[in-house]
């Protein structure tokens, strides 16, 4: 049995990226695509997220959150790429953090 090569991105994301649906609008595109994770709102103003699952679906993930939904404007992308748990943690479904 072969698998597709897994990824773990942990990005935080600087701009216009609260009060605009960004959250909403990432766990609904990451749902989509079957990545696993989390996004929540930083007290400064930024949005930070954590994606996991097959490489392509993460880098469609991280392709979304750098031009964010309509109404964001998305000024910067941090992207730190970690290594995958060797053990799966399941993290489970795309949830919003609060």
Known sequence: MTTAPRARVRVVVSGRVQGVWFRAATQERARALGVAGW???????????????????????????RRGPPDARVDQVEVER??????????????VRR
């Open 82 to 95: 970690l290594t995958p748990p060797a053990v799966d943690e399941e993290l489970g479904d795309f949830r």
């Open 39 to 65: 996004v929540r709102n930083l007290p400064d103003g930024r949005v930070e997220a954590l994606f996991e699952g097959d490489r392509e679906a993460v880098e469609r993930a991280l392709a979304f959150v």
